[in-house]
């Protein structure tokens, strides 16, 4: 089953703006983990904001994470071309600790 | 540079065939897992090994098969069993404190698989 479920499913917009992406899982996390993905790639490891961690920040990169409505968002400011590529939250729950990936969101940002 | 390889980057296979994907780190991380990527549905996990000589099912192992000789090493075999096997196939590994910890996983640049 999906624990993690991504919002908007695609997002276009123009360089310099910014893109919030949002995210909401089912069970209690661990941690939730943001990953990106160019095309014909493998993932690449964002940002991990733990259960106790309400906001984080990384460069561009702002997330915010609301355990009382499970869900959580990843704010990209001044969006560049370059950050064309799509975007995967991926809850981290359980004793066995598994990692659940959502289904992506598809960033274009048009220069 | 550190980092993991998969191999090979495009790979067909005829029916009735078992093929081997290959995955190699050199980042000395005890963990590592295979994820299954279909178009519009994510990852999903296959198998994982947290140690030598140790692994486990994941969400759809069937028609997979595993092994962890080395630490470095997690080779994916698709058995003709797997009737569906189309698809981009990605390899990952963490820290041993990231499987049950709070590491992120690092991901090699997959393998996609076709029938032919």
């Known amino acids: 089953s999906q624990q993690g479920e991504e919002d908007p499913q695609a997002l276009s917009i123009q360089e310099g703006e910014n893109a919030t992406m949002n995210c909401s899982y089912k069970?209690?996390?661990?941690?939730l983990q943001w990953y990106r993905q160019n095309s014909g790639r493998g993932l690449v490891h964002l940002i991990l904001?733990?259960?106790?961690?309400r906001e984080k920040h990384s460069g561009r990169l702002r997330v915010t994470l609301d355990t009382s409505k499970k869900s959580s968002s990843l704010l990209i400011t001044a969006s560049r071309a370059a950050d064309t590529a799509s975007y995967f939250c991926?809850?981290?729950?359980?004793?066995?600790?598994?990692?659940?990936f959502g289904k992506g969101i598809t960033l274009s940002v048009r220069p | 540079d550190g980092g993991i390889t998969q191999s090979p980057k495009y790979l067909f296979r005829k029916e009735g065939q078992n093929v081997t994907l290959s995955c190699e780190q050199n980042?000395?991380?005890?963990?590592m897992y295979w994820y299954r990527q279909d178009p519009g549905q994510g990852l999903r996990l296959i198998y994982y090994?947290?140690?030598?000589?140790?692994?486990q099912k994941g969400d759809i192992a069937e028609g997979y098969s595993v092994s962890r000789e080395k630490k470095e090493s997690f080779p994916l075999t698709v058995t003709s069993a797997q009737k569906n096997p189309t698809a981009f196939y990605l390899c990952?590994?963490?820290?041993?404190?990231?499987?049950?910890?709070?590491?992120?996983?690092?991901f090699g640049d997959g393998t996609r698989l076709s029938i032919l």
């Open positions: 991926a809850a981290l729950t359980g004793a066995n600790s598994k990692l659940t």
């Open positions: 980042l000395n991380h005890d963990a």
């Open positions: 990952a590994s963490s820290t041993g404190q990231g499987a049950r910890g709070n590491q992120p996983q690092h």
């Open positions: 904001i733990r259960s106790n961690e």
């Open positions: 090994s947290q140690i030598v000589n140790d692994f």
């Open positions: 069970t209690s996390i661990n941690n």
